[in-house]
């Protein structure tokens, strides 16, 4: 297949900007109780997978109601001259699959490309506005589905297959999130500190100042609930920023002005 022409890129990239600019979902702010510690441990051990129970209070914020598509960062990678990890060299321009295969930078400068075609302030979300919206603002809930519960192959994938399903495939969560569960793990703004939450502030939380590490949140496709432990909303982990992972995604934020 010939490759898009310069034109044909820059008409998808105002598609793309048109239906993002549709996409998002204003998520009110509020308090709630971030993180967790399975009980069995006793004593709280800091650890990049766990996270203890604190209050964070989070401002109004704008989330894509979707992952970031396989097509959306085909245009965005072929208008920035960005190189592709070999996996995604063959990528569809009308895939509606989530990318993977990118890094953290990859995923920043995605939403900075997007910031500075549509003139908004699209941002990777912080760590507690992910978890905040996955929990359906707070709520004390196992998984982002449509009901809080895991059943494959009705509300959540569970390792259906070697790629991830499309977008929408399964139910939105009660926010009207889709994929928070099931579909890739999800870069956020945060530099990872293991003891970052015992000291970490209330309000807006961005995680500390420096790091060698990007937080990654959420469960993946390929993951069960055998895997680790049975809790994917508070899957946590970290990875440099240039690492890239065929099961890491994204999505973007929009903070409000």
């Avoid at 008409?11 to 793309?16: L, R, S, T």
Wanted: glycine share 6%.
């Amino acid at each position: 297949m010939p490759e898009e022409s310069k034109e044909e890129l820059e008409k998808k990239a105002d598609e793309i900007v048109k239906r993002y600019a549709e996409d998002m979902l204003l998520v009110k702010g509020g308090t709630f109780v971030m993180g967790y510690q399975d009980e069995s441990y006793g004593v709280f051990v800091p650890d990049q997978y766990d996270a203890p129970q604190h209050e964070v209070t989070i401002n109004d914020f704008y989330l894509s109601r979707y992952e970031a598509t396989e097509g959306d960062f085909y245009v965005f990678a072929k208008l920035n001259n960005l190189s592709l990890h070999e996996w995604n060299n063959n990528l569809s321009i009308e895939s509606r699959s989530p990318v993977s295969h990118v890094s953290w930078n990859d995923s920043h400068k995605f939403c900075t490309w997007l910031a500075q075609r549509s003139s908004l302030p699209y941002r990777l979300p912080t760590e507690a506005e992910w978890e905040y919206a996955a929990r359906s603002r707070g709520q004390d809930v196992k998984h982002a589905t449509n009901d809080g519960t895991w059943k494959v192959g009705v509300n959540i994938a569970g390792n259906e297959g070697i790629s991830p399903p499309e977008i929408d495939k399964y139910p939105h969560n009660p926010l009207g999130i889709y994929g928070m569960s099931d579909g890739v793990s999800e870069y956020v703004y945060d530099w990872y500190a293991k003891d970052y939450f015992l000291n970490s502030p209330q309000n807006n939380p961005t995680g500390p100042e420096t790091g060698n590490k990007k937080v990654i949140r959420g469960r993946h496709y390929r993951q069960t609930l055998s895997d680790d432990f049975e809790n994917p909303m508070y899957a946590r982990n970290a990875d440099p920023v240039d690492y890239r992972s065929m099961y890491n995604g994204f999505r973007c934020a929009q903070s409000i002005k």
